[in-house]
């Protein structure tokens, strides 16, 4: 980012920081927050996908065990109004609120805890294994007590109770037939969803909008302050702009927008526009190579690669922009585990011929060293002009590439599946962990045919593989961010990637909306504090 | 209805049978051929899936089975009409589509009836004014209004009637929230349907036009014509009472074959005005490889357009007293 861009940000940033504390002082009670994201949801629990929209809309309705605040994600009290960790880490005590009810009306008990962590998460959650993997048991010893017993000590286990990741569900909801036929995600919950949050389901109208109603029984006195919570189902983007521009949208979250309509709409007066609020999820994209042939299993031209391509006019041009260059495989953002003193990867297309050279692949017929071919993620627009660009910049150092286009199907297989590919673009996420996020990607173990989002590209290096099981068993603390900055600078040298941009989620909302960034997961907080003039 | 007509109707269901099962076994095939399944997407969507996590969804949705046992499955099941229940969004199929398929259909009705009542009387016009400015001026406008891309015209109709006018909205079928009953729901629908119906029928306008036109035209250079001149009737009446109905046949014929082709059409304007109609449901349905919802979407529609034939050929006998069904 060039230095006067980022005074402009950081301008804008004190702007609207100003703004927010000029006119939030007195929360107002009532009122309706209207947002707008697509696809629409197919379900209302993250247990059935974790998709975007319904993480969005289902965060609302259901509660994890505990709250977090601020952009490094602290744990505080929610449900669970303490918690003691013992000095092993092996045993996890909380205590739960006595006076909370399901939207039905029922008690919430340790009961439902332990069959939301132990059926629920570890059964049908993607993440539930590696979160509660290592939980042996789970002991209820009266209604409003649960204890983990763990087997070994996992360091993130207390940033997995979001509501997203680990969604607290009743089990009086679910008969004992579903549970042991396995037909949870085909229960009547998943549509009628019945939760503890701030908000409840009014009315799903298929195609067109979601009403939440404000809980009147809920747990935190005077919350929510909102009346309603209403997704509009857009399926334009351009038209979905126009709403926003309009008033008739309050808010569009995250990639509702197309980038250009972001940039066109975050410059009107009444509109706020924020990358803030996403830290806890820390996106993060790359060009996965695959590293079976030559000429891509040669270090020097994943280098030369990474060289020929400029990331920061990337970020201006292509995501008009949304996002800042890479630096390595965690985010900037993460104030827990990124290492500050990562450089900016170099753009320098000359010192990357000169490396394509020394690798043995001089230009030829054509002035052509290779050719490759490319896949990109079929998200949109951007991602095919980004493809484009990157083919543009590659021919420029001698490397001939032909884009390859398909669909989500067609793209998981071909990637994940059959491992028949040169390069791709992909989209990933860092999660509050790099044991999470991070490790999946890079582990040698998780080479493993037909696993999305795996390590396709085939790289395997014995001593990452020893780091990350080290930090995976260890509390956070120095020596541990001492193991993920080493990793990082493996990662950046060896480049099974190449590191491209950490795309900004961009939430733009009329200026009459507020509170709504509260921690590193806005969007898939609560809201149970966000009011509207 | 004579006899015979009765008779043709039930013959021509029975027809329909076949021909409707023949599509469905044909789009189980067609679809199987596309890389990855629903379980590839879901886990795909959540980020962070194992291998056997992906096995256990598509042992949950019956992809594990061979593929000839899937088919029987899905033929069994369908000579019963069960759609089956869709993988991504849990619910039987058949609710999904019957909660789309009224939109779907206000929308096609409302487009179609525009389309040919505009068609219509702009082709005569035209017709009757053979070569003069006033049928160049139509055919061109017909040749522009073609020549647009319907979801450009949906954006520009949005910016004209919702943004600077400010009289109409922008997209949606209800007012949100509003729960409107009766009459004021029906008139709540209409305000929402006037952007998109116009946008779907204007593009066959431009075809219903040029089709009256030339069958008009074809008309007028009938003997009938030239005998209802010399019985000194005036050029009104001509034209519509005994021109345009028989040159309507052509009409008829093609709204009975568009109707396919308009279900299509309508999935971007659909996509743009958000109506919560089947054509985005068929949209999402194939992207998210949900192969239950696909199949029942497209099985429902064959039926429709097979039947919607059958409508068009009864007409036929309406328009054209000669035509007799056997």
């Not at chain 1, 109603?213 to 009346?227: A, H, I, M, T």
């Not at chain 2, 058949?94 to 206000?106: C, E, G, N, Q, S």
């Amino acid at each position: 980012m060039t230095s006067a861009r980022f005074l402009g940000l950081a301008m804008a940033a004190l702007l609207a920081g100003t703004a927010v504390t000029a006119l939030a002082d007195e929360p107002r009670r009532g009122g309706t927050l209207t947002y707008t994201y697509h696809p629409e949801p197919t379900a209302l629990s993250t247990v059935a996908t974790t998709a975007v929209p319904t993480a969005l809309i289902s965060t609302k309705i259901y509660e994890g065990l505990i709250e977090y605040e601020g952009a490094a994600m602290t744990p505080v009290p929610g449900l669970a109004e303490s918690w003691e960790i013992s000095d092993d880490q092996l045993t996890y005590t909380f205590k739960l609120r006595p006076d909370v009810v399901w939207h039905d009306g029922e008690p919430f008990t340790s009961e439902d805890v332990k069959f939301s962590i132990d059926v629920i998460a570890k059964g049908y959650h993607s993440r539930g294994r590696t979160y509660f993997g290592n939980v042996e048991e789970i002991e209820t010893p009266d209604e409003h007590t649960v204890i983990l017993h763990l087997s070994a000590p996992v360091p993130y286990l207390i940033r997995a109770f979001q509501a997203g990741e680990t969604p607290l569900l009743p089990r009086h909801a679910f008969s004992d037939e579903e549970i042991a036929e396995e037909r949870v995600r085909q229960a009547e919950i998943m549509q009628a969803p019945i939760g503890t949050g701030p908000f409840k389901l009014q009315e799903w109208n298929r195609g067109s909008y979601i009403i939440l109603e404000r809980n009147e029984d809920y747990w935190k006195e005077g919350k929510p302050y909102l009346d309603q919570v209403i997704l509009r189902v857009i399926p334009d983007g351009a038209a979905r702009a126009i709403a926003v521009e309009r008033g008739e949208v309050d808010l569009a979250p995250m990639t509702a927008l197309p980038p250009p309509e972001m940039q066109r709409l975050g410059g009107l007066p009444h509109l706020v526009s924020s990358q803030e609020g996403s830290e806890g999820l820390g996106p993060i994209m790359w060009l996965e190579v695959n590293l079976r042939e030559a000429p891509l299993s040669d270090k020097r031209v994943r280098q030369a690669i990474s060289m020929a391509i400029d990331r920061e006019r990337l970020v201006d041009v292509i995501w008009y922009g949304n996002g800042q260059p890479a630096r390595g495989p965690v985010v900037s953002g993460n104030p827990n585990h990124f290492d500050a003193s990562l450089e900016p990867f170099p753009y320098d297309p000359e010192a990357a011929e000169a490396l394509l050279d020394e690798a043995g692949y001089p230009r030829g017929d054509n002035d052509v060293r290779f050719t490759l071919t490319q896949n990109f993620l079929p998200y949109g627009e951007e991602w095919v002009r980004q493809a484009e660009y990157i083919r543009q910049q590659l021919r420029g150092i001698g490397i001939e590439v032909t884009n390859q286009s398909l669909d989500m199907g067609g793209w998981l297989q071909r990637i994940y599946t059959d491992w028949d590919y040169d390069f791709t673009s992909n989209f990933t996420h860092n999660y509050s962990d790099p044991t999470i996020g991070v490790q999946r990607a890079f582990i040698s173990t998780n080479i493993r045919q037909g696993a999305s989002f795996s390590n396709s590209m085939n790289y395997a290096n014995p001593h990452l593989d020893d780091l990350f099981h080290q930090a995976a068993a260890m509390p956070d603390g120095p020596e541990r961010k001492a193991i993920w900055d080493e990793v990082q600078q493996i990662l950046r040298e060896d480049l099974p990637v190449i590191f491209l941009i950490e795309i900004g989620y961009t939430h733009i909302w009329n200026e009459r909306v507020h509170g709504l960034i509260t921690n590193g997961i806005s969007m898939y907080s609560n809201w149970d504090s966000v009011w509207v003039e | 209805m004579s006899k015979a007509t009765l008779v043709f109707v039930l013959r021509r269901l029975l027809q329909v049978i076949p021909v409707v099962l023949a599509i469905a076994a044909f789009n189980f095939l067609l679809l199987k051929l596309a890389p990855g399944d629903a379980a590839d997407i879901i886990a795909g969507q959540m980020g962070h899936a194992t291998v056997e996590f992906t096995q256990q969804l598509r042992r949950e949705f019956g992809l594990d089975l061979p593929l000839w046992e899937q088919f029987l499955v899905y033929m069994t099941r369908l000579l019963v009409f069960d759609l089956g229940v869709s993988h991504l969004q849990g619910l039987p199929v058949i609710d999904l589509i019957l909660a789309r398929l009224p939109a779907t259909l206000i929308l096609m009705i409302t487009a179609i009836f525009i389309a040919v009542l505009v068609g219509i009387v702009l082709g005569v016009a035209a017709a009757r004014r053979q070569g003069t400015l006033a049928d160049n001026l139509i055919s061109t406008l017909a040749l522009v209004v073609y020549a647009i891309p319907a979801f450009w015209l949906g954006l520009m109709l949005i910016v004209l009637f919702s943004i600077q006018l400010d009289i109409l909205p922008s997209g949606g079928m209800v007012s949100i929230g509003a729960g409107h009953t009766g009459l004021a729901h029906v008139l709540d629908v209409a305000w929402h349907l006037v952007l998109p119906a116009v946008t779907l029928g204007l593009f066959y306008v431009a075809v219903y036009t040029r089709l009256m036109r030339a069958s008009m035209l074809e008309v007028y250079g009938l003997d009938f014509i030239a005998t209802a001149r010399a019985k000194g009737l005036s050029e009104g009446k001509i034209a519509w009472t005994h021109a345009a109905r028989n040159a309507l046949l052509p009409v008829a014929t093609l709204c009975g074959v568009q109707l396919g082709h308009l279900l299509g059409g309508s999935i971007l304007v659909e996509t743009v005005f958000g109506w919560p109609g089947l054509g985005r449901l068929v949209f999402d349905a194939l992207l998210q490889r949900d192969l239950n919802l696909l199949l029942g979407i497209l099985f429902v529609s064959s039926v429709v357009v097979v039947i919607a034939n059958l409508v068009v050929d009864l007409l036929y006998g309406l328009l054209d007293p000669r035509i007799v069904h056997k």
